[in-house]
């Protein structure tokens, strides 16, 4: 299932990816879910694709998907496609380059593919359970540089800390999509990512794999991983990073009021 599911996604993925190139730096129609989030029309154009490509390949596959409407029949047990059709959409419609389209494979709430398409920067992510994690079809991996590397964290969660290795790493500017500093952290450019609560499945389990496979690991406060395609699609603080950061990283998060 595994690697039929890759392939089938990878090429989902780009195509939807173009789809999105049609869009950027265009003008697209803009409006505002809940008054504050940013929908697309190319969001919708992306999305609509996604869910009649994928239906089709896979019509036992449950959907999950930022801008579709949530069926819960998902959670009968078969696998579930987590889909967020532009990740990064308020910087897509200011023209930054630094969104993608996000595509993962969940069963029994654990990512098993994952794919990441950021057109507009040339750099396609890619992993399955199992073996190495790809972009742009090398391998990668996550960086050895520690504490001495790059840290991309919500100033709300950085202001709090102090004289930790945390508190002393080089902090990277602001990223627009979350999936996309996880995959950072993927490949070395960055040591860690520390995510603000309420993230959703779609934001990051396509990235959760890849982190994975690329030797770090997408964990709470407590050490707990992610589950994905449940009734609850929200997650609690996050921190993303090398493995051998993570119980430091855990430790001066700790009793932080978050």
């Not at 039929?4 to 950027?24: K, Q, T, V, W």
């Not at 959670?75 to 496609?81: D, N, T, W």
């Not at 009734?231 to 051998?244: F, M, P, R, S, Y």
């Amino acid at each position: 299932m595994t690697t039929s599911d890759l392939a089938l996604i990878r090429d989902a993925a780009r195509e939807a990816a173009s789809i999105a190139m049609g869009y950027f730096r265009r003008d697209p129609d803009v409006w505002y879910k809940d008054g504050t989030s940013p929908v697309s029309e190319a969001d919708i154009a992306v999305n609509d694709y996604l869910q009649e490509t994928l239906g089709r390949s896979r019509s036992d596959y449950g959907w999950l998907s930022e801008e579709s409407a949530d069926d819960l029949s998902r959670l009968g047990g078969a696998p579930v496609f987590v889909v967020d059709p532009l990740d990064g959409t308020r910087g897509f419609v200011g023209g930054q380059d630094q969104w993608c389209v996000s595509i993962g494979v969940v069963c029994d709430g654990v990512p098993q593919a994952g794919v990441l398409a950021c057109p507009a920067r040339d750099e396609y992510f890619e992993a399955a359970i199992g073996g190495p994690a790809m972009k742009n079809g090398q391998p990668i991996a996550v960086s050895s540089k520690g504490f001495e590397g790059r840290v991309a964290a919500p100033k709300s969660i950085m202001k709090k800390l102090s004289g930790g290795p945390l508190a002393t790493m080089v902090h990277e500017v602001y990223i627009p999509s979350l999936a996309y500093r996880i995959a950072m952290v993927a490949d070395g450019r960055l040591s860690a990512t520390l995510v603000k609560a309420n993230a959703s499945d779609w934001d990051i389990a396509a990235a959760d794999i890849i982190l994975r496979q690329a030797g770090g690991s997408l964990v709470d406060i407590n050490g707990n991983a992610p589950g994905y395609a449940r009734a609850t699609t929200k997650h609690d603080v996050l921190i993303a990073a090398a493995n051998g950061m993570m119980s430091t990283l855990r430790r001066e998060l700790e009793g932080v009021e978050l």
